[in-house]
């Protein structure tokens, strides 16, 4: 027995030793035992311990380093924590055939009665096909079990942890998610294992962003950021994430592990803040930031249509003597109706920031034209600079703008702002109220503007001026030209309002009358022009010249309530018979309201003066439309009488409106009369009165001189 023990024991034992008793000179079994915490053991076959290496005492205990010499057996030599356990490593014993071996961990209490884990290595000994014994090897696993125990301690920690875990591998396959993610994100783990984070996808970020976040990782960088993810329910939620790489022995990434914390609460209250921070308390004008956001959108919206958008700089001067004089409360209390005053000039879609103490900013979203951009910043203008009352103080401050338009000015917000501020810069050096920054544009717009101001200060000086241009005519004689002013046949002339400009010369109506419509000026200056006309009419009555003085009235004096009777009240004052004014109406204006201008018409009629219809045959006419107003006068316009001789279709044209004044009753004066032949045609073709450079230019004397040879 001893012997077949002895050879299978050398044969299964010595070459194992001699690879782990890697320094030992010596291969010897006794060498072999003092090394590590290896326990070597030795049995019979019937269990009876016949050797046990040294070390023994320090593993298993005091009794056993002499459990060969007190005849223990193999069971005896573990004190189990439960007694089952080694009831079932005998069962082992038995059951392994004869030369194979098996392995166990058996808990066990040590020799100081702490918990001790020990890894059971067993070889049955064969020996010519029976168990010839057992040999074991024993080993102290404690530690091993600690660390399990450790990483199951850690995985229930990972897995209560309230930061949300997702472990994914290299292809970003889902392995392993905790608790915290199937709270955030409504995925139990078992419908996300086996997905791509891309589950939670809330379409918030760009390609290129997770484009990046991948780069990064897959270089063996951690990347923290922000996401936002989608609930499975459909509620998008942010994260504050960290992705970091896990790497294999040999550095070869093999698993990603996210962290991430919901920050989405965190968000709102940013958000809220900064919501605060994007308008200014007082005058609850937007920040600037905010401008520049919203600008963008709108900027964008102006090139794709096609329109204008505007950035006005405006700056408010007066605040400082207002504060000093008056104290911060009213000064704040000025800006505060600054500010809304600035608001109730501008459209839902406009917007007000607040740039500085005293400076605004304003993005006018669409404008039509450069003329109305000019008119929207007068009036924003104007608006800021009349008197406020505050507390019983009237206090007033001025406005200076400074305007750049987009896309004509400028291709981005930063370049329109910079410009909109050098334009402000120019307004306040040059002391104009308002100033444009584009060159071409400003040439002109400035211009409009000065001329604006210039009106408003000329009107009030009554610099203005009545032209007359005669009107001859051709019923009662051959005789054109001077001639015919000196025969007498001049029937009327035509009062046409001019503006001597101080420096700038005589100004023609094309370019302020338009101007004094837009100002709402012109309904005085027509009051004006009939004013002077009647008391010119008077004039020449007294030199012998009874002839109408024609004068134009605007489409906006037509619905002056009171124009009648100021006219009543006119030919009252300066004794004219009625007749002696007439009227000019444009087509254009009385078709706009065929019914309206059928009534006042009427009143001017009743009032006793002549109704001319001017411009005739340029707007939309409809001759049927003529039977409604009392016309005494169709004028033809210039146009027409430019075709004589040119086009024949327009010459019958001619024909037939002449013989369709004649059939109610109005006679017809053809304007701008050039030629000789373009007289011969009209006066063939049965025109009453002609007017024209041929006649006679407009002039401040043109009434008067002919007037001075009647009376001769
Ligand atoms: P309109 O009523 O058609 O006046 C006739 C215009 O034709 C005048 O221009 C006159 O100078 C011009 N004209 C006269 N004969 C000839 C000619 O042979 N050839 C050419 N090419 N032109 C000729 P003006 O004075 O520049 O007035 C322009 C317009 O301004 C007037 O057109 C009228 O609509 C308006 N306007 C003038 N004065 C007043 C005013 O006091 N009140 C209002 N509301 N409008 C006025
Ligand atoms: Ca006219
Ligand atoms: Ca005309």
């Given at each position: 027995e001893h012997l077949g023990l002895a050879a299978s024991l050398r044969a299964a034992v010595v070459p194992r030793f001699r690879a782990t008793a890697r320094e030992s000179e010596t291969h010897s079994f006794g060498a072999a035992q003092l090394h590590g915490g290896t326990v070597l053991c030795l049995a019979n076959a019937r269990g009876i311990v016949l050797h046990i290496s040294p070390n023994a005492k320090k593993v298993l205990?005091?009794?056993?380093?002499r459990a060969a010499e007190f005849g223990l057996t193999l069971g005896a030599l573990f004190q189990p924590d439960d007694p089952t356990d080694v009831d079932q490593l005998i069962e082992r014993y038995i059951r392994t055939p004869p030369g194979e071996d098996f392995s166990t961990d058996l808990l066990t209490r040590g020799a100081t009665g702490g918990a001790r884990w020990l890894e059971i290595h067993c070889r049955n000994l064969q020996h010519e096909n029976a168990v010839a014994g057992y040999l074991l090897e024993i080993r102290d696993v404690s530690a091993r079990h600690v660390d399990d125990q450790q990483r199951a301690l850690m995985s229930a920690g990972l897995e209560y942890l309230a930061e949300s875990v997702i472990v994914t591998n290299l292809a970003g396959t889902i392995k392993y998610v905790n608790r915290a993610f199937e709270q955030q994100t409504g995925y139990p783990a078992s419908e996300a294992?086996?997905?791509?984070?891309?589950?939670?996808?809330?379409?918030?970020?760009?390609p290129e962003f997770f484009e990046r976040l991948w780069r990064t990782i897959s270089e063996a960088h951690s990347w923290r950021g922000e996401l936002c993810n989608r609930h499975k329910n459909g509620a998008l939620y942010y994260e504050d994430v960290l992705i970091t790489p896990i790497c294999d022995a040999q550095g070869v990434i093999s698993h990603f592990v996210s962290c991430s914390r919901d920050i989405t609460d965190q968000k709102r209250t940013e958000s809220q803040v900064e919501e605060r921070a994007y308008?200014?308390?007082?005058?609850?004008a937007a920040s600037a930031r905010l401008i520049k956001e919203r600008a963008r959108p709108i900027l964008a919206l102006a090139r794709r249509h096609g329109h204008t958008a505007a950035l006005l700089h405006v700056e408010i001067d007066g605040l400082e003597t207002i504060s000093e004089t008056h104290g911060d409360v009213v000064a704040d209390e000025v800006l505060r109706r600054v500010a809304e005053r600035l608001r109730q000039s501008l459209r839902e879609s406009d917007i007000l920031a607040r740039f500085s103490p005293d400076e605004f900013l304003v993005l006018l979203?669409?404008?039509?034209?450069e003329d109305s951009t000019a008119r929207v910043v007068r009036r924003l203008r104007d608006s800021v600079c009349k008197q406020f009352t505050i507390q019983e103080h009237t206090v007033s401050v001025r406005a200076t703008i400074g305007v750049a338009l987009y896309p004509q000015d400028a291709t981005t917000y930063d370049e329109l702002t910079e410009y909109a501020h050098l334009a402000l810069a120019r307004a306040r050096t040059a002391h104009h109220g308002v100033e444009f920054y584009r060159r071409g544009l400003t040439d002109l717009t400035n211009e409009r503007l000065t001329l604006e101001d210039d009106l408003r200060w000329a009107w009030e000086r009554k610099q203005f001026v009545l032209h007359y241009q005669p009107i001859v005519d051709l019923?009662?004689?051959?005789m054109i030209g001077a001639e015919a002013l000196a025969r007498g046949h001049m029937i009327g002339v035509e009062a046409l309002a001019r503006w001597p400009h101080l420096e700038r010369g005589i100004i023609e109506p094309a370019q302020f009358i338009p101007l004094a419509e837009r100002t709402g000026r012109i309904v005085a200056l027509d009051r004006w022009a009939i004013a002077t006309a009647a008391r010119q009419a008077a004039a020449w009555s007294a030199k012998g010249w009874s002839g109408w003085v024609s004068v134009n009235l605007s489409a906006r004096s037509?619905?002056?309530?009171d124009l009648a009777g100021y006219l009543l009240s006119c030919m009252r004052q300066y004794e004219i018979e009625p007749g002696r004014i007439v009227l000019e109406i444009t087509e254009s204006a009385a078709m706009r309201d065929v019914e309206v201008t059928a009534r006042i018409l009427h009143q001017l009629k009743d009032a006793g003066v002549l109704i001319a219809l001017d411009d005739?045959?340029?707007?939309?006419?409809?001759?049927?439309?003529?039977?409604?107003f009392p016309v005494d006068i169709l004028k033809l316009d210039q146009s027409f009488v430019r075709d004589i001789g040119v086009d024949p279709k327009f010459e019958q044209l001619i024909d037939v409106i002449i013989t369709l004044a004649h059939r109610i009753g109005a006679r017809i004066v053809a304007e701008g009369v050039e030629t000789e032949p373009q007289l011969n045609w009209l006066r063939a073709a049965g025109c009453d009165y002609v007017q024209g450079y041929l006649i006679g230019r407009p002039g401040p004397s043109v009434g008067i001189r002919p007037l001075e040879r009647l009376s001769s």
């Open positions: 205990g005091d009794a056993c380093e294992i086996g997905h791509t984070p891309a589950l939670l996808k809330s379409g918030r970020h760009l308008y200014d308390a007082l005058t609850g979203s669409e404008v039509a034209e019923t009662s004689g051959d037509l619905h002056d309530s005739f045959g340029m707007g939309h006419s409809s001759l049927a439309h003529l039977k409604y």
